[in-house]
């Protein structure tokens, strides 16, 4: 999985940052890290950014990965860190910022908007696969998801906007009902687009406050040799 | 009869069927919906009233429609995916019930990107294909789409849109299908200009025996400018204006008039082609052309049954 994200302007960071003149930055090595959104060169370039325009000073940091607890440890380094600041800048998706939130009595910021969740298509290329609706209908449409491919997020074919295989909402996006089409075409199964789908069940998405889930987590291991 | 709508009721008498579009304003005013009821009335079986057409706020078909029933005309409601969910959509068919209006149109919805709000966000909680099956649902097993009883009748007469110029061309056929078989008794197509190709899909239509099944009236547009013979070519998603068409106008010493003969053309040869039942004539902006278009067409005056 990759949370794909994307720096917020500079502006609308020091609109957040309000007062605050000590600024710690942290990022994440792992998604934000392959976006080039939130690894070391980028919080770098940020905190020099800031100071060069509005803050006293900012300083950074990288977490390994920003959406997991971090090791005692680590946790007391990055405590450290933040030491003198008034505010934390977290350069990682909204998992990583919820996180280091969650750790720390400051204000803590993000500097990137979370755009989807996605898949690296080539190198440097990242497209949306999911919309986390909670009920997955890839194996009826030959893998390729009407929610997310479609701008309608239509579930029985394509609109009157689809031309050349591009969607009328832009030139450079393909219709996701061509490509659907395409590879059940492929498959042998474009016969089986010509069901009606009944109504989807929105219930499972996001409409009922936060989703969660309680897995069988394991007992801690006991020391060897007892 | 299904609903009883004027609409209905000229179609299975097997009288060539003429829908028009009334744009509704960007005010509360009824004054300008009746004034258009009062200058068209007379040249179709039923108007449409779009609604929030290409994503801009206006005054709503339901409204609208209604100050057309007030007036004794039939009226086609027109109901969008894009701006409501299953709760509003089936509360709005009750609506339209209540108030007399006896057609209702299912559509998508163009994307809220082209309109005066790109900003909003797109409901889709269902698609056409389901409302439309929802409207039957309603009407002819008395159900909501949860399954609980509707208490009364929904008499309505259930319209679907098709566009044969978009892609995949070859999916348009069995897409048609799906709103056939979910319960939809008319279809309006998008503007025919390209003849040929509506031709050929009309074909693919018949082969597939669904102009028995559904009502097929092809969509006009007249072309006031050659200015807006061009913005449908480049900007209109789906809608193809033949280059001849552009060139014709061009050279017209009067444009209104070329325009005019033009569309009198596409009307004489859609009339001839098997399983076409009327034509749905969209003079966006341009509502009072269409009683001339209708008389010179020899299409009036209109069926009174």
Redesign the interface.
Known sequence: MKSITQRKGIEEIEAMLGSARRVAIAGCGTCPFMAGTGGPKEVVELARTLEERSVERAWSTVLPVACEPLAPEAQKEFSSLLEGAEAVLVAACSLGVRMVADQVVLPVLPALNTLFIGREAEPGFFVEECAQCGDCVLGEYGGICPIVHCAKGLFNGPCGGSVGGKCEVDPNLPCGWQLIYDRMKALGRAEELARIRPYKDWSKSLSGGARRMRVPVPPPKEPEGK | MKSGSNLEKVLEAGHFAVTAEIGPPKSGSARVIEAHGEEIGHAADAFNVTDHQTGVVRLCSLAACAILRRMGLDAVMQML??DAN?IRLQGDILGAVALDIKNVLCL????V?FGNHPEAK?V???????LV?AVKDMRDERKF?CGEEVAGEVPLFIGA???P????FE?RT??L??KV??GADFIQT?AVYDVPKFRRWMEEVCEAGLDRKVHILAGIIPVKSVGMARYMKKYV??VEVPDEMITRLEGAKDVKEEGIRMILEIIEQVMDIPGVHGIHVQAVGWEEIVPEIMERAGLLPRPVI
């Open positions: 995916c894009r299953r998508s919805g163009d994307h990107k797109g889709f909680d269902i698609d056409s294909v389901q099956r789409i849109v098709e566009n110029y978009a892609d995949p999916f069995a897409r299908a799906k078989e979910a998008q998603s789906g």
